[in-house]
């Protein structure tokens, strides 16, 4: 018999002709995949091309309309998570499946398939050594809630592999995680597969994709467009089998230089949890990125200027200061705040994209108090095409978009609004793929040209490299570096994170 | 990070006892055997009802049924359990009772899982039509209840009645599997994050099914002993819906799911019929132990809170967020509730 890898004859998972649709949209067609046991192969698609619905069916956790899926051998119509795993699939969600108010250690222990848990009173003891098998530093007391991110995305990770599956599917496993802990997370991924573990990579991030990948399979709008070795496959053709025409520009072409130096935010000495003191200006019409390994402050400080935690110290903008007790004050003062947790802090799942849109600004659409709903839906609409949004139509509950979609929709706020000055952008392109991606490039750049100041924070030096004008990078809470001008590179960022320090997630 | 269960356990127990303390010093009344006998048995079908009710609330749903399903099961005890009934006739009408709570329970849980209907709506049509049925089959109190069963019901060794040894041994038992067990954990993991629970292969489904049929079967347990209080078949019975949540919430659940305590329950079930049967002795009108009973529900939830306000405080910073080393508290974004 031959070894376990792409060469391998066993198949460890295979889905054949699958069909999906949620209400008017075709989620997936006909669409066949397969697993071979000791191989990684690669799910990439744009955001909504049926990625996450596959995996859904994979997983039991979605019923498919056709087709049936085979798990370790056994061909099933569908079968209940429960059954999927009992068959040897695991799964790490890309919306995690944790028990945000149990311990890390409750959590693991749930995770575990019921016949092989340790007795509950050596829970404590069992998660801890469990979680240095891994070479994970979690407290396994914490509440999973107070965990970073990306802490929480490995934790995803581990639990997905405690019943030792055969096949195991990663949907977007990275999108938390900075440079150091996505080698950490591939060099697991590679040893699993190395034992033999089928792994279904969905990622975004193509040169990760392409660096991990035996195989990868393209979904472009819920349809499979081929499977290819990922060996003979460059990062331009990847993208044009994604988006089905070649990406000629990935980045929007920067302001004119010519532009009046003119401070809009200026920060002065503020600190605040785990950030400061910090002093910063950032000019009309600069974008500024903000770099720095995950943990080291970034977010809080975003956090703290939009008023959502409170600082102390001094920022202004435009001249007056901000009243960053509370989110109404930055708010009130031009100073918008795009969360990188859109599920939880931007959006409200269940409300329509309209609604989503214009909760903001409908004071705009009024008219004696009474709203005119044919101008609120035609600067829906407006927003719609101009930010590329895939919905059937703009009454449908934003939880059913896919994420990307959803992260569109969350930044069309400020694009309605006449009078922002700042915009914060927490990861604005986070779970989001290469077409979507430049598409929200190019509306944060048309902001800019506006005269609108953004910082956008970003775990991506290829995304800060391309877009910002400048990039500060933070270590410890602090700024420990400028780059700007002919010195932007990604390679610079990347040495100026290492260089600095970088800590590790959460401390 | 464990629950802080302990909180509401040592309020409720140190205001039962100041209440009673408060009272024995003033009414020789009160700190009678009969008296404490009385109050204990007082307690009874509250208590029963109540950790019902938690089981319902542990798994993030409501069950307000719960008062008219006592009120048929004490009406159909006055069939059933008649005062010429024989020994093996009064068997089979108990299981009719229990029949009853075990039928709505299933009625109940499959219209929440199955039609997926919202738990509040859902118990709100089964209270309604239960209420019309028991008066129907009396439409006023008549049918007394088998004095023998009464008897039996309220056996106590001097103050203290065999039944209520019984339920505080079910609370500290039933404690000690949802907090320090595996399918206790379950259990609450289902009503903390369904989602999350049911991604993790948990049979999310049975757990909530099951959840509703108990507390049913609970609430008919609850009928005996209000049927052996009234001793006649009565369809106006007090209004145990909310009382039972109260009492739940009060001894430590969330309305959010996920959190409870048998224990508290049970105190806090002791306590609301300590205080009505206090007031009395006063002769202070009915109406105020239903205020004061109002006031210490807010009183002991704001306590409750404490730890987490005084961490606030202590912090300086008032975090709105619910994102970034946020509050482990927090609630947490579910699509299916």
Redesign the interface.
Known sequence: MSSPGPESPVVVLSMGGVSKAFGAVQALRDVSFDCREGEVHALVGENGSGKSTLLGIASGFLAPDKGDVEIGGRRRRWCSPAEARRLGLGIAYQTYSHVNQLSVAENLYLAMPSSERPPYRRMDRWAASTLEEFKLDIPVRAGVGTLSLAQRQLLEVVKSLLAKPKVLLLDEPTTALGPEEVSQLHELVRERSRSGVGIVYVGHRLPEVLAIADRVSVLRDGVGQGTFGAAGLSEEELVALMIGRPLKLAFPERGAASREPEVLLDVSGLRGDRFGPIDLKVEKGEILGLAGAEGNGQVQFLRALAGVERPAGKASCDGAELNTRSPTGPMRAGVVLLSGDRALEALFPVLSVRTNTTIQVLRSFERFGFLRRGREKKAVEDMGRKLRIRMASIEQPVQSLSGGNQQKVSLTRPFLRGDVKVILADEPTQGVDVGARFDIYEALRAKANEGVALIVKSSDPIELAGLCDRVVVMSRGKIVDEIAGDQLGERRIVEAIVGSGATKAGT | ?RFRGWIPLVLLGALIVAVGAYTAVRQDAFLTEYNINNLLLATMPLALVSIGQTNALLVGGFDVSVAALITMCVVTASFTLKPDETTFGLFLGSLAILGVGFATGVFNATLIRVLKLPSIIATLGTLSILEGAALLLRDHPEGPINSDVIDKLNTSIRFMPVAFIGVVVLVVVADIWLY???TG??V??VG??E?????????TGRIVFIAFVVCSVMASIAGFYSAAQLQIGSPIIGDYALTSIAAAVLGGASLAG?RGSFVGTLLAALFLTEISNVLPLFDQPTEYAQMTIGALILLALVLYQLPELIARWRS???????????????P??S?TR
């Open positions: 990070m320090r067990s595996r954990m379950a609450r993991a903390l994050d989602t999350s629970a049911r991604r993790l292969g948990m049979s996920g300086g910073r008032q975090s709105v967020g619910r994102l970034q080393g946020g509050d482990p508290e927090a947490v974004a699509t």
